[in-house]
């Protein structure tokens, strides 16, 4: 009896072990790939799936055991466009990779000629040229670096904080990428040399001084100075009155007037 027992145990394993085997000798199926975006997609299914080939992750006629879920969870994670990624596999041929994409709030031109995008998690992510999002444009003296600190860096560094501009910029931008009306209405930020932020409208021929973004307190009581002022005061003045507008003081707008043209002089 304990002969029988013996033998159909060692039976067992033998079957189990043929049975993962022969399930990881088998083919699969090309992967399906889910892409999720917030806004514009900078990498398509195609595309990763080209990468992906390209790296040798994966291949026509690949076996279960020659997909590495890690290396391509690594791989498509070190790509500066992506958020996350993952690998599902099931049972049988089928198989299923999930990223998600970084969302940009605003693409910055700086002082070395480099241009990259700020994602909503205050990283920085490289354009590609295919894509273009339709985010804020940044411009001015930025000396932050397409491969230099994220916002977090900076945030926590008080010597950062005095050269770098990342994390102000990573403020306002937030606020208008997540506001309609200001999305509406502001282009373009540009860092002047003394260091202030300068907001640029899409209507209107005239600069609205911001000052510093030192936190998101007052980068929001500055933007309702400003949303007041254009539901209050432009209506009553029209666009064209001003050359200057300077939300810097607290609790106040500044603005500067066109110089008016006498007659005589025309």
């Known amino acids: 009896m304990i002969g029988f027992w013996a033998l159909f145990a060692v039976s067992t394993i033998v079957l189990m072990v043929?049975?993962?085997?022969?399930?990881?000798?088998?083919?699969?199926?090309?992967?399906?790939?889910?892409?999720?975006?917030?806004?514009d997609a900078f990498v398509t299914k195609v595309q990763l799936a080209k990468m992906l080939q390209d790296e040798g992750l994966i291949r026509d006629f690949q076996s279960k055991e020659e997909v590495s879920p890690e290396k391509i969870e690594e791989f498509i994670g070190s790509i500066s466009q992506v958020k996350s990624a993952e690998v599902f596999m099931r049972l049988g041929s089928e198989w299923r990779i999930e990223v998600e994409l970084k969302k940009p709030l605003a693409r910055i031109y700086n002082k070395y000629d480099e241009t990259f995008y700020l994602d909503e998690d205050g990283d920085v992510m490289s354009t590609t040229p295919a894509h273009t999002a339709r985010v804020l444009v940044v411009t001015g003296e930025i000396?932050?670096?397409?491969?230099?600190?994220s916002v977090k860096d900076i945030i926590n560094n008080d010597s950062l904080k005095s050269i770098l501009k990342l994390d102000?910029?990573?403020?306002?931008?937030?606020?208008?990428c997540h506001d309609p009306v200001m999305c509406s209405l502001i282009?373009?930020?540009?860092?002047?040399?003394?260091?202030?932020?300068?907001?640029?409208p899409l209507v209107g021929d005239f600069?609205?001084?911001?000052?510093?973004?030192?936190?998101?307190?007052?980068?929001?009581?500055?933007?309702e100075k400003l949303r007041i002022f254009y539901k209050e005061g432009m209506?009553?003045?029209?666009?064209?009155?001003?050359?200057?507008?300077?939300?810097?003081?607290?609790?106040q707008i500044v603005c500067r007037t066109k110089p008016t043209v006498a007659s005589g002089d025309i």
């Open 168 to 176: 102000e910029i990573y403020r306002i931008s937030g606020y208008v």
């Open 143 to 149: 000396y932050d670096r397409r491969n230099g600190h």
């Open 187 to 200: 282009g373009q930020l540009h860092v002047e040399k003394n260091g202030d932020l300068i907001l640029v």
């Open 207 to 223: 600069k609205i001084i911001f000052g510093s973004a030192d936190s998101e307190e007052e980068v929001k009581a500055k933007f």
């Open 18 to 39: 043929t049975v993962q085997r022969t399930h990881a000798a088998a083919l699969v199926s090309p992967p399906e790939i889910v892409i999720n975006a917030k806004g």
């Open 235 to 251: 209506p009553n003045v029209g666009w064209n009155k001003y050359t200057e507008i300077s939300l810097k003081y607290r609790d």
